[in-house]
């Protein structure tokens, strides 16, 4: 260890924080600052709710501080971690997050960025316990060992990460922005190809044009998930509108070859479940080397080549036009899982010109999303380099390094 440092526990640095049941409080409102106030993205504080002490839900029992540091314990948010701003001080937070309050002679900022580090979290996720929604004990955030340098130099350290992190947010929102255009880009010409349509064209309905109809596939009993056996497609397969011959799953279940839950390359799929921005994407299957199966959440259909090209099917049912009445039509009780039937599917409005039309249409399509394809490429390894960039820092910084 660096000269000048020590080795202690969370523990140590932290300053005991105080629990409050705001029903009995005499502050008759306040912020009251639940696990989803945080973003994962910006580790910020971003919205709280305003309660009456009546109405506290009983998970609201922690009395927060200015420049207190949140951790939420539980898997779904664990990667949540954000500071308390001064607006909020001597306001409530939930009991799914663990407060660190830091002594006078540890920098707040120090710990916040320690948090952050990949070996904190990977030991937080390795220690987490329970069924239903695993979590981290106070205890266990307690007993993790931090390096600690004098005041000064964790001060020095803390405006270092301070100005790289500023900058590598800054760089992140511009490829995120440039990723966004080039996407919206591909959608405004896919919108303008089947809006703004020539003579010729003759308006239908899917199933119309299909030499197979819409067939849900097989989900095989999760008793006979296994390492090995025969492939089945997972709903990731198809969303995103690529196909991705490697998010499968196995299974040691019976099959049978006759049956239609047998999916080929060529074979035109749309996903019949998901959430309401994912339902319906669709995908060509290709790349498939041994018999696999499509599950019951997706459905497998055939164009008739003599009515419209596969490709062509696939770009119009990915345009804007048609997104909208796909996931219109989708339904559920579930706000967050939206299914489509077959029904719905085999109505969709359809366009369709000759085949030369959608031959060159398709040419033209194809060579934008190829170009979109690698555009989207260079700025997904951008935002991976930036993320590598962040890890390296913070691993500089609490090695002495940096």
């Known amino acids: 260890m660096k000269k000048g440092w020590q080795k202690k526990t969370l523990g140590d640095v932290l300053v005991k924080t105080e629990t409050t049941d705001p029903a009995r409080s005499p502050q008759t409102e306040f912020d009251y600052i639940d696990v989803s106030s945080v973003s994962n993205e910006t580790l910020a504080i971003e919205e709280t709710q305003r309660l009456n002490g009546k109405d506290a839900p009983s998970r609201a029992r922690r009395l927060v501080k200015a420049n207190d540091v949140l951790f939420a314990t539980i898997r779904p948010t ?34 916040f960025y320690f948090l952050q580090t990949e ?17 981290v004990t106070d205890g266990d955030v307690r007993s993790q060992q931090i390096p600690i340098p004098p005041l000064p130099e964790q001060q020095r350290i803390v405006g270092i990460l301070d100005e790289a992190f500023d900058g ?68 990731s397969s ?24 047998w999916v080929k390359n060529g074979d035109f799929l749309i996903t019949r479940s998901n959430t309401p921005e994912l339902v319906g994407h669709v995908a060509i299957a290709s790349r498939i080397e041994k018999p ?37 039509r989708a339904q559920g009780a579930n706000p967050t899982m939206k299914k489509i039937s077959n029904g719905a599917v085999q109505t969709l ?18 060579v934008l999303a190829e170009e979109t394809q690698r555009l989207e490429s260079i700025y997904q390894q951008k935002l991976a380099a930036l993320e590598a960039l962040k890890k390296s820092l913070l691993h500089q910084a609490f090695s002495g390094e940096l």
């Open 78 to 111: 664990l990667r949540r971690i954000a500071i308390v701003p001064e607006e909020l001080d001597n306001q409530v937070c939930s009991t799914g997050y663990f407060v660190l309050r830091a002594k006078p002679d540890v920098d707040h900022r120090f710990v």
């Open 168 to 235: 590598i947010a800054t760089a992140t929102a511009n490829a995120e922005r440039n990723l966004h255009n080039a996407r919206a880009l591909f959608e405004s010409h896919l919108q303008t190809v089947f809006t703004q349509r020539g003579e010729g064209w003759t308006e239908t309905t899917l199933e119309e044009v299909l030499a197979i109809q819409p067939q849900n596939g097989w989900s095989p009993p999760a008793a006979n998930h296994s390492d090995s056996g025969t492939p089945v497609l997972t709903l």
């Open 349 to 366: 409005p359809i366009a369709v010109p000759s085949i030369p039309t959608q031959r060159a249409i398709v040419r033209t399509l194809n």
């Open 292 to 328: 696999t199966i499509y599950p019951d959440l997706i459905m497998r259909m055939n164009p008739a080549p003599d009515r419209i090209m596969t490709e062509f099917l696939y770009y119009q049912m990915r345009s804007p036009s048609l997104r909208k009445e796909i996931t219109g």
């Open 119 to 135: 070996g904190f979290m990977t030991a937080m996720e390795k220690l987490q316990k329970g069924a239903s929604y695993p979590a």
């Open 238 to 261: 198809v969303t995103g509108f690529r196909f991705r011959p490697d998010k499968r799953k196995f299974t040691s279940a019976s099959t049978d070859s006759r049956r239609n839950y």
